[in-house]
């Protein structure tokens, strides 16, 4: 067990909808970093946030927003979803701000199929 | 800008014989270089890391890896493989010139035969 937590696990929603996937960090970890991950696309970096603030922005599309709260859990929003958002989205954690040195603790994942 | 290539994406071994995951990357900068571990339905899990220290890093589960800058590689070995072995694995590249955001690799999936 990582300590991160992430849900839904599993989630079906037809073409147009909007959905939230939520992660809550492992305990004392500032940084939470979402990633996307599928078959076409292997694992692509979408956003960072550091104890409540945006710290980077990768390959994420208009649609698709996140937050980081008070109490570090964040939240990836997920609009007008496409057939090709379905995908893994994993949320990992870890303690500081920079990916250099530390390791990154990840959750199982929310397994999004859009229909 | 930072990328890794794995050069195999799959990689076929029977159980007791030595395992070799290629991993090449490529940055600008001083990287740090990880490889994680992805058993079916799970989340990734850290194997052993680079970080500027000693160039022949231990992991978990008899994995090793060996920093070499003049190849630009960090290849993944285990000496002798077994069956829970089987996974997706993924090497890792973070450095400056990626704002250390960890850059990942396709990943190339361990088969263990019995």
């Known amino acids: 067990d990582s300590g991160v937590t992430q849900t839904p696990k599993h989630l079906i929603t037809a073409t147009g909808q909007r959905v939230t996937l939520r992660c809550s960090p492992r305990?004392?970890?500032?940084?939470v970093y979402w990633y996307q991950q599928s078959l076409d696309q292997g694992l692509q970096f979408l956003i960072q946030y550091y104890n409540g603030e945006e710290r980077a922005k990768g390959n994420i599309l208009e649609r698709f927003s996140a937050q980081q709260f008070p109490d570090l859990h964040s939240e990836l929003n997920l609009s007008s979803l496409e057939l090709g958002d379905s995908a893994l989205y994993f949320c990992?954690?870890?303690?500081?701000?920079?990916?250099?040195?530390?390791?990154?603790?990840f959750g199982e994942g929310s397994r999004l199929t859009v229909l | 800008a930072q990328s890794v290539t794995q050069l195999d994406s799959h990689v076929s071994v029977s159980e007791g014989t030595p395992v070799l995951l290629r991993c090449n990357y490529s940055?600008?900068?001083?990287?740090?270089l990880f490889w994680y571990v992805q058993h079916p339905n799970k989340g990734l899990q850290l194997l052993l890391k680079?970080?500027?220290?000693?160039?022949l890093v231990k992991g978990i589960n008899g994995f090793e890896a060996e920093f070499k800058k003049s190849e630009t590689s960090f290849h993944l070995t285990k000496p002798s493989a077994h069956m829970s072995d089987a996974a997706e694995y993924f090497c890792v590249v973070s450095a400056a010139g990626g704002s250390y955001i960890p850059t990942f690799g396709r990943g190339t999936s361990l088969i263990v035969h019995p």
């Open positions: 940055s600008s900068y001083s990287p740090s």
């Open positions: 680079y970080t500027s220290a000693a160039t």
């Open positions: 305990s004392g970890d500032l940084s």
């Open positions: 990992a954690s870890s303690v500081g701000l920079t990916g250099n040195t530390g390791e990154l603790f």
